[in-house]
């Protein structure tokens, strides 16, 4: 049923929707108004559940990895500093092996404080193993979540649905909520696979001297890079039983004709679509490559539509700070080695702590490497506040 | 020889126990094992990262016939509060769910996440192991760590006087809370089988001297014990719904300087056999524990 509704409560009840057993999250902006829709959804008796008011991301995140080992279909909620707080659990969760499905409302992280959106706390976890899925809008935020679950319960690996921060969790869009029946005829039930049961007692989270670790991440690293073709599954049984694309591995928008490609992720690519719209009809070809699954990295995806491209700019909201772009390496590694001489791979970081992008910001950054290639730029600086000794 | 009176009564059950790595003379081997047997088969078992941890659950042959379940050093309880809360959730048990830990998991980096599950109210019993520093990380201090104790960070003796943890459970208004040893095996696991009985969060707590850390030898754990019961400086007691009973009486007091001299960790309060005025804080400490619990 498609209902006017802000991006957060859409998530609460698709979640809902998903029968969790077992919900445990600490509040924190802009994560909120998703824990306090599904608080409601408990506490009115449509959603059957445990639903655990923790003290801290730190324990969230322990409570919904025992609630896991025991058999439970767990789910979290986080951002920022409390998925920070987390990190250590999150690895933990992974290792694993204990499918968790957690929304991370992406924003920036301290110090500054700031509370609105980049994703730099997700990047911060990108080697943690777990699956993470990016969504362009409140619909894609909504529908990941279904198949974050199915995801995640296929392949044993968690999963971390990240929406933008504001841009998306309070921003207010017609969202389609699937009815509970389709969801459940779409998501099975939980089989759990190894669980703390007196009945089967066993040992989870023993440790690992130096003869049995590194197979424990060769097995994980190949899992992620396996759970690909279940990625791609799910997705394209979703496409097939609701009728819309949602998700999957990576999305393309006017990039075959293109001559500029803008790699990007999250609700800003809205905006470069618009600008590939705008320059179009000024004769320009530029086209998106929208990478929606960044963790396992859809490599292949990206070399086999980039190939034809020499002039491709990667723009991003995080920075691996003392290095530069995050995603712009990514994307360069996507190609061998003989293909990256000659091709001119810009990195532009922009948007960090929630500074607005610009569709003049995207003109100045497309003009810009359609003259040269950047190695490296952050876009919308406010030069003026910069001072040469500060740095 | 006759079978020892001393362990009539005591649950063997052998639910911990075969291919443990721990030293000659652990308290805290010996108080796992009497932990899960008095709890029995229908047990699952939250355990912190520590000695317990790393002495019994190496892959592949960890030494526990109860699930067991170990994520990190900080959250037992937590992980604890997540099977229970599935337990309910799935319609599944009833069981046993005892989260466990170190004194440095307990009092210091978990003591958070403790609080939070004593709070809310899960049905599971938290059993702190205290020997009284890190040991698994080489004798460093935590905040049970007594008065006077050199430890590898408190090379001098420690400064500071042990957090009073069965007090602060009490406080956050859970309905029972026992102190126990491991030279009174009855005692410790008719505590822990009356705490199980009991719904809401339970605290034990459970002295269990280190030879490695504690500097005595390994025969003498269960007597280091009877001392620490018999000095005044570790009370045995309950705290059933807030109040305090079943506290032991000491049958006959015993000087502090008799505890503090078969152990390595207190040699340097006794110059050429002679006392320090550590020696006689330390007695002020007994003392006030006698007066205030009446021991
Ligand atoms: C976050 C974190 N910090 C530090 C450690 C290192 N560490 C592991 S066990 C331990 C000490 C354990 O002390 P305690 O809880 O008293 O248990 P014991 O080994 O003495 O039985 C420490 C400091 C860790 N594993 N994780
Ligand atoms: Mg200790």
Redesign the pocket.
């Given at each position: 049923m498609l209902k006017q509704i802000e991006g957060s409560y859409a998530v609460a009840q698709v979640v809902a929707h998903c029968r969790p057993n077992v919900i445990s999250a600490y509040p924190i902006t802009p994560q909120t108004h998703i824990v306090e829709g599904l608080a409601d959804l408990v506490g009115e008796g449509q959603l059957q559940a445990e639903f655990v008011n923790v003290e801290s991301e730190f324990s969230a995140a322990s409570v919904v990895l025992g609630a896991s080992a025991a058999g439970a279909r767990a789910y979290t909620a986080t951002t920022s500093q409390g998925l920070l707080l987390m990190s250590?659990v999150i690895y933990c969760i992974a290792g694993m092996r204990l499918p968790i499905v957690l929304t991370c409302a992406n924003r920036a992280i301290s110090a500054p404080l700031s509370i609105w959106n980049d994703q730099q706390d997700s990047m911060a976890v990108r080697d943690a193993g777990w699956i993470q899925l990016h969504a362009e809008d409140n619909q894609e935020a909504s529908d990941l979540h279904i198949q974050a679950f199915k995801i995640a319960e296929q392949t044993f690996l968690p999963t971390m649905v990240c929406m933008d921060g504001f841009i998306l969790t309070h921003a207010f869009e017609p969202v389609d909520i699937p009815e509970q029946k389709e969801v459940d005829d779409f998501l099975p039930t939980f089989k759990p696979r190894h669980i703390v049961d007196p009945r089967w007692p066993r040992g989870i989270g023993l440790f690992a001297d130096p003869r049995f670790y590194m197979e424990t991440r060769y097995i994980l690293h190949r899992a992620l890079e396996k759970s690909e073709e279940t990625i791609k599954e799910v997705s394209a049984d979703f496409a097939k039983v609701f009728g819309r694309e949602s998700g999957g591995f990576i999305k393309t928008y006017k990039l075959e004709e293109a001559d500029v490609a803008i790699v990007s992720m999250g609700s800003v690519v809205g905006t470069i679509k618009e600008l590939i719209d705008q320059l179009e009809e000024e004769g320009k070809k530029v086209g998106l490559l929208q990478i929606c699954c960044y963790r396992p990295f859809p490599r292949h995806e990206v070399y086999r539509a980039l190939k034809d491209k020499m002039n491709i700019v990667v723009l991003e909201k995080c920075i691996s700070l003392g290095r530069g772009g995050i995603l712009a390496s990514d994307v360069r590694w996507s190609f061998p080695r003989a293909e990256k001489k000659d091709r001119n791979i810009s990195s532009f970081v922009a948007g960090l702590g929630g500074r607005n992008i610009s569709i003049d910001d995207l003109q100045y950054m497309v003009e810009k490497v359609e003259k040269e290639p950047v190695e490296f730029e952050f876009l919308g600086l406010r030069k003026e506040l910069i001072a040469e000794r500060d740095m | 020889m006759e079978k020892s009176k001393y362990l009539e009564g005591v649950e063997k059950k052998d639910l911990f126990a075969h291919g443990h790595r721990a030293c000659g003379g652990c308290g805290?081997a010996l108080a796992a094992r009497l932990v899960a047997d008095a709890a029995g088969e229908n047990t699952i078992a939250c355990v912190?990262?520590?000695?317990?941890?790393?002495f019994s659950s190496p892959y592949p042959d960890p030494a526990w016939r109860i699930p067991f379940l170990h994520s990190?050093?900080?959250n037992a309880a937590a992980v604890a509060s997540g099977v229970e809360a599935a337990y309910k959730a799935l319609g599944k048990g009833p069981v046993n769910i005892i989260a466990q830990?170190?004194?440095?998991?307990?009092a210091?980096?978990?003591f958070q996440s403790i609080s939070g599950m004593f709070e809310r109210g899960h049905n599971v019993l938290y059993v702190c192991?205290?020997?009284e520093?890190?040991?698994?990380?080489g004798v460093?201090r935590?905040s049970?760590t007594p008065y006077g104790a050199r430890t590898t960070t408190t090379p001098m003796g420690n400064r500071t006087r042990k957090k009073n943890m069965p007090m602060i459970a009490a406080d956050h208004g859970i309905p029972y809370v026992a102190t126990a040893t491991v030279d009174d095996f009855r005692d410790l696991q008719k505590k822990v089988q009356k705490a199980l009985a009991i719904e809401g969060p339970k605290y034990v707590h459970i002295l269990?001297p280190?030879p490695l850390?504690w500097g005595h030898h390994g025969e003498l754990t269960v007597e280091v014990c009877r001392l620490a019961k018999d000095t005044g400086l570790f009370p045995i007691y309950e705290i059933v719904d807030g109040k305090i009973t079943n506290v032991r009486k000491i049958p006959v007091k015993v000087p502090v300087e008799e505890y503090l001299k078969v152990q390595g960790r207190f040699k340097h309060l006794f110059k050429r056999g002679v006392p320090s005025e550590e020696v006689a804080e330390i007695q002020e400490i007994a003392n006030q524990n006698i007066e205030r619990f009446n021991l």
């Open positions: 250590e | 805290q912190a990262t520590g000695c317990l941890e790393v990190l050093f900080e830990g170190g004194d440095g998991s307990t210091d980096i978990g192991y205290d020997n520093a890190y040991m698994n990380t460093q935590s049970f269990a280190c850390g």
